[in-house]
């Protein structure tokens, strides 16, 4: 995802996200650990969905 990406779902232009990472290093983190936490929640669910579906068709 890029900067203007994240700036975007954030509702802020991309220069206040670059500031942020500037002058606010400890929030900054915070939204990047944010969008890293639904990074991860999305790839499980899709490993989710892929093992239930290995799961349903070895049972046939």
């Known amino acids: 995802m890029t900067q203007r990406d994240m700036a975007g779902i954030l ?3 991309v220069k206040t996200l670059r500031n ?3 002058d606010k290093p400890a929030l900054y983190k915070k939204i990047m650990q944010g ?3 639904e990074e991860a929640v999305k790839e499980a669910k ?3 969905e892929r093992l239930k579906k290995l799961s349903e068709n ?3």
């Open 35 to 37: 969008f890293q936490f």
């Open 20 to 22: 942020w990472r500037k």
């Open 58 to 60: 070895s049972s046939l």
């Open 11 to 13: 509702g802020v232009d």
């Open 46 to 48: 899709e490993h989710y």
